[in-house]
């Protein structure tokens, strides 16, 4: 079993950033991959971005790409996604996600490809 804790959701400006945080326990960090995922009211669950099990492969959907970043401390076993410039779009609740990665670098873009799941992180980013 893999334990998810994400943090650092908030209330913030159009224009402005956030680092949202996902704290992992229960398997050897080096052997899981996390994916960020986000759900706005109505809409389905999306991929935003994801880290491999090393952090060698980062893979962030094309409408953050340019504006996120995704970066994993394996010291701390906590995987963080960086935000910027915020757009009123990118309001949602974020959840970060984990698939274990024993081998291989690979990060899946479905969310189906993930077991294990947090509680989710609010962020709202007013106009």
């Known amino acids: 079993q893999v334990q998810l804790v994400e943090s650092g959701g908030g209330l913030v400006q159009a224009g402005g950033s956030l680092r949202l945080s996902c704290i992992t326990s229960?398997?050897?960090?080096?052997?899981?991959?996390v994916g960020w995922f986000r759900q706005a009211p109505g809409k389905e669950r999306e991929f935003v971005g994801g880290?491999?099990?090393?952090?060698?492969?980062?893979h962030c959907a094309d409408s953050v790409k340019v504006r996120f970043t995704i970066s994993r401390d394996s010291a701390k076993n906590t995987v963080y996604l960086e935000m910027n410039n915020l757009k009123p779009e990118d309001t949602a609740v974020y959840y970060c996600?984990?698939?274990?990665?024993?081998?291989?670098?690979?990060?899946?873009?479905?969310?189906?490809?993930?077991?294990?799941w947090g509680q989710g992180t609010q962020v709202t980013v007013s106009s």
């Open positions: 996600a984990a698939r274990s990665a024993t081998t291989g670098e690979r990060v899946a873009t479905n969310l189906y490809d993930y077991n294990y």
């Open positions: 229960g398997r050897t960090f080096s052997s899981i991959s």
């Open positions: 880290i491999s099990r090393s952090g060698i492969n980062i």
